[in-house]
């Protein structure tokens, strides 16, 4: 399974921006739903104003039951919860 470019073009100006101390936690309301998020920003500047880039929220609860990794024995599959 390949990530795209955008995922990884993304992934590595976000860790430029952890390396040189740029990031930021902000609390966000989702645009959908209206509950508040905690959103990872990369932090920039432009003409003396901060600018903030949202990349991505922490997951609610557990994060490991959010998310279904690749399944180690299937390249083009995920690990299924019935499992």
């Known amino acids: 399974m390949s990530i795209p470019a ?3 073009t993304n992934f590595q100006t976000l860790l430029r921006a952890a390396a ?3 990031l930021a936690l902000m ?6 739903t209206g509950n508040p998020r ?3 920003c990369a932090v ?3 003409n003396g104003d901060y600018v903030f880039t949202p990349f991505g929220h922490l997951a609610d ?5 959010a998310y ?3 399944d180690p024995d299937n390249a083009d ?3 299924h919860p019935d499992r």
Not at 27 to 32: H, S
Not at 61 to 65: F, H, M, Q, R
């Open 77 to 79: 599959g995920f690990v």
């Open 38 to 40: 905690y959103v990872i």
């Open 6 to 8: 955008h995922a990884s």
């Open 44 to 46: 920039g500047r432009d």
């Open 20 to 22: 040189d101390g740029n």
């Open 61 to 65: 609860g557990n994060p490991y039951d």
């Open 27 to 32: 609390e966000c309301l989702d645009a959908r």
């Open 68 to 70: 279904l990794p690749p």
